[in-house]
């Protein structure tokens, strides 16, 4: 492994300490072991930058305040509407709901399993809420036995109690509607209701009534004696007999796995939501807290972090190239390879244009850069600024409660096809259908790169995003699309580039709303490269514990694999783990 660079050990202590500090976020057991499957920690090449225009201030089944907070500031308000003109919908709203559109989509991203760090989407991409549909329109329980006579006897005393039955079938009475009893009962509770609601009104009135105020204590009487009336002909007239037979239907017990398998779907479509503009329906998610995609937002817990590098730390280099514990330490070798001698720092060219709520999709053609060939790594000191924090992803549609429930299957699949339960089993494997849920982002924002001796990179960068930079040409070796610069995972933007003799000319130094991959600003000092805005730079994940524990009973027993002394049933859609290697995977 050759010597990391001075960027490479900048950027390898960053990344090193923000995943430490989430590592001891995870709970563990009194044996400091995790107490899930594991967690899967999915760093991007590139990072995913964020635009609060995009998922700012998104819109809410409680209602949410559309015309407030920073992220609409520049959505001008709907005009209005002149006498008889047909009214507008209201620009701010529009942003909002499609807002929540796009937050929806980025949490409906289904990654692989990984235990090396590394972000890996499937080929031709899956998305989450369609998998999990598809495991509750095929989840089954098992067969529920009958219940005991005694009880199936009280049962039906209580229905006749309660309803009028037509017993035409004696195998299966139908309900026609509630007996006379019944409807007494409710009648007489809905006259206890209105004499309770006619007494709080009289007493509101009275009390705002100076005149009649200190004589309350005895007026009310005349309004208490209809509710003790209503109450003792409510109790008189059968209550007793009805709610205890309502107490017995209310208190039969049934089938969990039915109820809650019911109760999901039953989630499932509450949630989905028209929010696509076109006749679809969305799952519904937020991401938690509402303002994380708002650089300037300074209240919602993010977490600063500063770490410098001098020549000196480069000397002792060997101690942190050795050390394997995450996979961006074992990978040095290929990032400076394809950075030709650059380290992390590279000045490239890429087309980065994407719709945003796909952006994740374009995440792994946006981080291959052609590198620069001129750029040489000529730090002597570097320092690295930044804001993190971890944001929730929420997703009411999603029952995580159904996975550790038993006495369930899949139609038509084995054991453990939904997941084997931990990660080992689970690489490189694209069956199983749903082996872990992305649950947070690691976002990071407003980066500040500072250095005394920028070398060859210095004129680049006052090119691109210098103070003064009116127009520049930049040599670029791939022509088209936008030239810009990443510092590891941390991208700064394009400048709009076109390709003349292999130069490229851009106009300006800032991201602009034009800009594919732009926020707020990118700016080049001399010194200090700053990069303003927000970007998600890996998803942390949980994996689904082992689910079904059982075969589908209709499937054919699964063929036996013989060994010298052991029989071993192998279902066929689970894998056999093989010897474990040194993990690399994020586990507490």
């Known amino acids: 492994m050759s010597t990391p660079s001075l960027s490479e050990l900048a950027i390898i202590d960053v990344l090193n300490t923000i995943v430490d500090r989430v590592k001891q976020t995870q709970p563990t057991s009194t044996t400091g072991k995790p107490l899930s499957g594991g967690l899967v920690y999915s760093q991007l090449v590139l990072g995913m930058p964020i635009d609060p225009r995009d998922y700012g201030n998104p819109w809410s089944p409680m209602g949410s305040d559309t015309g407030a907070g920073s992220q609409t500031a520049g959505v001008p308000a709907a005009p209005a509407a002149a006498p008889g003109a047909t009214p507008t919908p209201d620009p701010k709203l529009l942003a909002s709901l499609e807002a929540a559109f796009k937050t929806s989509q980025l949490c409906n991203i289904m990654l692989q399993v990984t235990n090396d760090g590394s972000y890996l989407q499937y080929p031709i991409g899956r998305h989450l809420a369609f998998e999990y549909d598809g495991i509750l329109t095929a989840m089954q329980p098992l067969p529920v036995p009958p219940q005991p006579a005694a009880v199936q006897a009280e049962v039906t005393a209580a229905n006749n109690v309660l309803y009028t039955m037509d017993n035409t079938d004696p195998n299966n009475p139908v309900i026609i509607g509630p007996s006379p009893l019944y409807t007494t009962y409710q009648n007489n509770a809905m006259a206890y209701a209105l004499a309770k609601a006619n007494y709080a009104a009289q007493q509101a009135a009275t009390l705002a009534n100076p005149a009649l105020a200190a004589e309350w204590p005895m007026l009310s009487a005349a309004y208490q004696e209809p509710v003790n009336n209503a109450w003792n002909l409510w109790k008189a007239e059968g209550a007793p007999k009805i709610e205890a037979a309502l107490a017995v239907i209310e208190s039969q017990g049934i089938n969990m796995q039915q109820a809650q398998i019911a109760a999901a779907k039953q989630q499932f479509d509450i949630w989905s939501l028209g929010l696509a503009g076109v006749p679809t329906d969305i799952p519904y998610s937020y991401v938690d807290p509402s303002e994380w995609c708002d650089p300037t937002a300074n209240d919602i817990g993010f977490e600063t972090l500063s770490i410098k590098r001098t020549t000196g730390d480069h000397v002792a280099s060997t101690v942190t190239a050795n050390n394997s514990s995450m996979y961006w330490n074992n990978q040095q070798t290929s990032f400076s390879q394809s950075a030709n001698a650059s380290g992390f720092f590279g000045i490239g060219s890429g087309s980065e244009s994407s719709s945003n709520a796909d952006?994740?999709?374009?995440?792994?053609?946006?981080?291959?850069?052609s590198f620069n060939n001129n750029v040489t790594d000529a730090f002597t000191d570097l320092e690295i600024y930044l804001e993190w924090g971890l944001v929730t992803c929420?997703?009411?549609?999603?029952?995580?409660?159904?996975?550790?429930?038993?006495?369930?299957?899949?139609?038509?699949?084995?054991?453990?096809?939904?997941?084997?339960?931990?990660?080992?089993?689970?690489?490189?494997?694209?069956?199983?259908?749903?082996?872990?849920?992305?649950?947070?982002?690691?976002?990071?924002?407003?980066?500040?790169?500072?250095?005394?001796?920028?070398?060859?990179?210095?004129?680049?960068?006052?090119?691109?995003?210098?103070?003064?930079?009116?127009?520049?040409?930049?040599?670029?070796?791939?022509?088209?699309?936008?030239?810009?610069?990443?510092?590891?995972?941390?991208?700064?933007?394009?400048?709009?580039?076109?390709?003349?003799n292999n130069q490229a000319a851009g106009q300006g130094s800032s991201w602009t709303a034009s800009n594919a991959l732009s926020n707020t600003g990118t700016h080049f000092d001399g010194t200090t490269l700053t990069i303003q805005g927000a970007q998600v730079i890996a998803f942390l994940s949980d994996i689904v514990p082992a689910s079904p524990a059982i075969d589908d009973p209709a499937l054919p027993k699964p063929k036996a694999t013989s060994t010298s002394s052991t029989t071993v049933s192998v279902p066929a859609s689970v894998a056999v783990p093989q010897p474990v290697a040194a993990s690399t995977a994020v586990t507490a």
């Not at 952006?359 to 850069?369: M, V």
């Not at 407003?446 to 210095?458: E, F, L, M, Y």
Request: proline share 3%; charged share 5%.
């Open 394 to 500: 929420y997703r009411p549609w999603l029952i995580s409660d159904l996975f550790y429930m038993n006495n369930w299957y899949i139609q038509g699949q084995r054991a453990n096809c939904v997941s084997t339960g931990d990660i080992q089993s689970q690489l490189g494997l694209t069956s199983q259908l749903l082996p872990m849920i992305p649950q947070q982002m690691l976002v990071v924002r407003n980066v500040k790169i500072t250095s005394s001796s920028w070398g060859d990179n210095a004129h680049t960068l006052n090119s691109l995003y210098g103070v003064n930079a009116a127009s520049t040409n930049a040599s670029q070796s791939s022509a088209g699309g936008s030239a810009g610069v990443s510092f590891g995972p941390f991208g700064g933007g394009g400048a709009s580039v076109q390709s003349s």
């Open 359 to 369: 952006q994740h999709s374009a995440n792994l053609s946006a981080s291959g850069y």
